[in-house]
């Protein structure tokens, strides 16, 4: 059974910091291709960063250069640091884990996400 399991959300003050983590189960963990997106009262699910198996990173223009995603293989374990936080970030975050390959000539993807925790951001 796979299980995503994340953590680390909280109210915190605007300019403050927050660290996320998602804890995987039940899957190839180094192979996986691990994301984390948001979503906010009223709006659509957005990503907000994603890490591949070989540490390749990508982020959404809002967040560029206050948030870093890393993954701790190790672990099974992905993270997502913010930085300098505002109102704008209040949202729930979800952990994503997707794997995509080529069977009999067909994309397949395995796709798996967590249940989400909430980050506020208010003074």
């Known amino acids: 059974q796979v299980q995503l399991v994340e953590s680390g959300g909280d109210l915190v003050q605007p300019g403050g910091s927050l660290r996320l983590s998602c804890a995987a189960s039940?899957?190839?963990?180094?192979?996986?291709?691990m994301a984390w997106y948001r979503q906010a009262p009223g709006k659509q699910r957005e990503l907000v960063a994603l890490?591949?198996?070989?540490?390749?990173?990508n982020y959404g223009d809002s967040v560029k250069d206050r948030f870093t995603i890393s993954r701790d293989n190790a672990r099974n374990t992905v993270y997502l640091q913010m930085n300098s936080l505002n109102p704008e970030d209040t949202a729930v975050y979800y952990c994503?884990?997707?794997?995509?390959?080529?069977?009999?000539?067909?994309?397949?993807?395995?796709?798996?996400w967590g249940q989400g925790t909430q980050v506020t951001v208010s003074s």
């Open positions: 890490i591949t198996s070989g540490g390749s990173t």
């Open positions: 039940g899957i190839i963990f180094s192979i996986y291709t």
């Open positions: 994503n884990a997707v794997w995509w390959r080529t069977v009999g000539g067909t994309r397949r993807s395995s796709d798996y």
